[in-house]
C-alpha cells in the first residue's frame, strides 16, 4: 500500500510555470506506475501523463505535450510534474496516483492523493 500528497500547486498567470511534487510513503513506490490526473469543475476526471516504475516510459494527454514533463525520484519516493506554458484550460485540481499498470485509465489506478489546485489566469 501507499499513501500520496501532492504540493506546489497555486495561482499563476497564463505562460507561466508549475512544479508539482507528489510524495509517497513506504518502501514500495518504486514498484508503482505512476500518474497525475485533474479534473476541472463540473467536468471528469482526466488522465494527464503517466510514468513507468523505472522513469524509462512516460507517456502524455495530447495537450499537454511539449508543455508538460512528469519524471520520479524512486531514492524520494516522489513523482513530479513540470508544467510550463501554462494555459487558463490547465485550470484543475490534479491529483497523482499509483497504479501495478503502465496506463492512461483512470479507474486502474488504486491509490490517490488528495490533490492540490492550480488556477492559471489569463
Request: charged share 15%; proline share 0%.
Given at each position: 500500500q501507499v499513501q500520496l500528497v501532492e504540493?506546489?500547486?497555486?495561482?499563476?498567470?497564463?505562460?507561466?510555470?508549475?512544479?508539482?511534487?507528489?510524495a509517497a510513503s513506504g518502501?514500495?513506490?518504486?514498484?508503482?506506475?505512476?500518474g497525475w490526473f485533474r479534473q476541472a469543475p463540473g467536468k471528469e476526471r482526466e488522465f494527464v501523463a503517466a510514468i513507468?516504475?523505472?522513469?524509462?516510459?512516460?507517456?502524455?494527454?495530447?495537450?499537454?505535450?511539449?508543455?508538460?514533463?512528469?519524471?520520479?525520484?524512486?531514492?524520494k519516493n516522489t513523482v513530479y510534474l513540470q508544467m510550463n506554458s501554462l494555459k487558463p484550460e490547465d485550470t484543475a485540481v490534479?491529483?497523482?496516483?499509483?497504479?501495478?499498470?503502465?496506463?492512461?485509465?483512470?479507474?486502474?489506478?488504486?491509490?490517490?492523493g488528495p490533490g492540490t489546485q492550480v488556477t492559471v489566469s489569463s
Open positions: 504540493s506546489g500547486g497555486g495561482l499563476v498567470q497564463a505562460g507561466g510555470s508549475l512544479r508539482l511534487s507528489c518502501r514500495t513506490f518504486s514498484s508503482y506506475n505512476m513507468a516504475r523505472s522513469g524509462g516510459n512516460s507517456y502524455y494527454l495530447e495537450s499537454v505535450k511539449g508543455r508538460f514533463a512528469i519524471s520520479r525520484d524512486n531514492a490534479y491529483y497523482c496516483a499509483a497504479s501495478s499498470r503502465f496506463v492512461t485509465i483512470r479507474t486502474d489506478y488504486n491509490y490517490w
